[in-house]
């Protein structure tokens, strides 16, 4: 079987060259022609000697997932649908911004969590991504998006917030991680890679050791009884073990914050009180706020905050001195939106069909 290099960091690639018989700094030039270039041809890879193309050629490939669908927001939002086996499709969203390209890529196929307001999660859950699966949307986007590699680079940005907890997909994802800040490869800072966690604390802890990047944490709530609701991890790692984990990592992190995210529920978590009760819970964790006004989709229990529950929440937050933006709902009207992504899932864990058969 051949291997597919977009799954291996620049030691991996080493080692494999080696294997091959060559010079592992030819890893760097690799590297530089699949990530950088966007090269998936090895015939094209000019200033490889014709010895090593052809080893590659007969042992390798550079494969992603095929697109299935691609939708364009009039905001500017670009969502493909990109499968990775019969049955199983990922969501990758490109988020457009002045001064800025965001994209947001997945790291399984649906989710494990189930929390309760989120359209992934309500689907179920399949299976983790390998590495080249994760990195794969990088490249592919980078292509539909006409990057040069000689301009500004077309995505200035990776967020790890579509499908999938990242965190339960340690191993693949930091190896992704390694992909996206070398310099031979997407040569991202760690402060323009987001990785956004329900709080899955051990592997936090290996992360902020291994690859800390900028860290994002989906709150939803400033208790454990709500929360333990509303993000079902909590009942595992519950809020006080979560902000512990929080200091901890900002003394290794990029940014000298945590943004906290949290997706505002018309009558469940968005009231003064909640509010109030929240600014003490993350009292001890410097930190910026996300509020998302929830995005809806079918059958999910859950009504969108009126604006002027969201404009008080966030002004008691900025009172007490914390930064709180509200986030511009993006691609709503394609469902690209927070917690919109779906995909396609074969559901291993039979959630969706708990969900969909109606009680007797």
């Known amino acids: 079987m051949s291997t597919n290099l977009l799954g291996l960091n620049r030691e991996e690639l080493a080692r494999y060259l080696e294997g091959l018989g060559e010079k592992p700094f030819r890893s760097r030039q690799l590297m530089r022609w699949i990530h950088h270039f966007g090269e998936a041809d090895f015939g094209r890879m000019t200033d490889l000697a014709k010895s090593l193309r052809a080893l590659l050629e007969e042992h390798a490939v550079v494969e992603v997932p095929r697109l299935i669908s691609e939708q364009r927001s009039e905001d500017g939002t670009c969502k493909w649908l990109l499968e990775l086996s019969p049955g199983n499709a990922i969501e990758t969203v490109f988020i457009p911004e002045d001064g800025r390209g965001t994209l947001c890529i997945s ?50 940005n990776v967020v790890l917030m579509g499908m999938g907890e990242p965190l ?17 490869g997407y040569g991202l800072s760690r402060r323009r890679v987001t990785l956004s966690t329900s709080g899955v604390l051990p592997a936090l802890d290996r992360l ?26 909590n009942q595992k790692y519950p809020i006080a073990e979560l902000m512990a984990a929080c200091r901890r990592y900002l ?5 000298d914050f945590v943004t906290f ?19 003490r819970c993350v009292a001890e ?47 709503d009207d394609i469902d690209a939106a927070c917690g919109q992504l779906a995909g396609q899932v074969v559901d291993k864990s039979r959630r969706q069909q708990r969900f969909e058969t109606p009680s007797a």
């Open 261 to 279: 995210e949290y997706v505002l529920l018309d009558g469940v978590n968005d009231t003064e009180a909640h509010a109030q009760e929240l600014v």
């Open 285 to 331: 964790v410097p930190c910026k706020f996300n509020l998302i006004p929830f995005n809806p989709f079918p059958n999910s229990g859950y009504r969108r905050s009126r604006p002027e529950a969201v404009r008080r929440f966030r002004d008691i937050l900025m009172q007490a001195g914390f930064v709180a933006t509200v986030r511009k709902t993006r691609g």
């Open 107 to 156: 790291s399984q196929v649906g989710c494990a969590l189930a929390c309760t307001f989120c359209s992934t999660g309500r689907q179920g859950f399949n299976r983790n991504l390998s590495t080249a699966e994760i990195v794969g949307q990088v490249w592919w986007a980078n292509q539909a998006l006409g990057h040069d590699p000689k301009g500004e680079r077309v995505i200035s």
């Open 208 to 233: 902020r050791e291994r690859a800390p990047v900028a860290l994002a944490v989906s709150l939803h709530a400033p208790n454990d009884a709500l929360r333990n609701e509303l993000v079902p991890i």
């Open 251 to 255: 003394e290794r992190a990029p940014r």
């Open 168 to 184: 339960l997909n340690y191993e693949a994802v930091v190896k992704a991680l390694d992909i996206f800040l070398d310099d031979f």
